[in-house]
């Protein structure tokens, strides 16, 4: 893969991108900041000091979160008798057909969809990874992101595009996130992973 982009959602939400076969690292080797790609003017506050990053949206701590809000304002959901909610309990029960955690994840979905439909306008990859504990809900989250990715990227960049799920989380030893930070001091590391 000579251009691909990789979207991490952790605990906040990163990106690696390949260029010409290189990583791209940017001015002091920082870059891919999508989680700081503003999604919505009126959203919450970013720990950057900004409103509404992507972030705020698609990063595990963002989605608990509001689960847990809609939870507690009275929302119906099968994940109400858990004390403490996790990333993967919010996949699980989507998946079990749990509404309010399903919608949570769409949201997520589009919100991840229009970012990527941005690098992808900007970058034209030929291929578009993500990595990250949510990916185990790829049924439900991949259809939102395609959907918007279509609507908002050009098409002759998007039609034959592949949006996948990284393998990479199916290794407990490394999360893709801390790949991806190593992978920024060593860029074989990352290449090799986007070749997956
Ligand atoms: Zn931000």
Do not use: W
Not at 86 to 115: M, P, Y
Request: hydrophobic share 40%.
């Amino acid at each position: 893969m000579q251009d691909s982009i990789l979207v991490s959602v952790h605990r906040g939400t990163g990106a690696g991108i390949i260029v010409n076969g290189q990583v791209f690292l940017g001015h002091n080797r920082n870059v891919g900041e999508i989680g700081h790609i503003q999604i919505d003017p009126l959203g919450e506050q970013c720990q950057c000091g900004n409103f509404g990053c992507l972030e705020t949206v698609a990063a595990n701590p963002a989605i608990v979160k509001r689960v847990r809000t809609l939870i507690e304002q009275g929302y119906e959901s099968t994940l109400a008798l858990k004390e403490h909610i996790t990333i993967e309990d919010v996949c699980s029960h989507a998946l079990n057909g749990d509404e309010l955690a399903k919608q949570s994840l769409v949201r997520v979905g589009n919100q991840l969809g229009k970012a990527i439909a941005i690098t992808i306008n900007l970058f034209n990859p030929q291929k578009v990874i993500i990595a990250g504990d949510i990916t185990m809900a790829k049924d439900i989250l991949f259809p939102a992101i395609r959907r918007n990715v279509e609507n908002q990227s050009l098409t002759t960049f998007h039609s034959d595009l592949p949006i996948v799920a990284s393998e990479i989380d199916k290794q407990p030893t490394m999360g893709a996130f801390a790949m991806i930070k190593r992978a920024m001091l060593n860029g074989v590391l990352l290449q090799k992973l986007l070749e997956d």
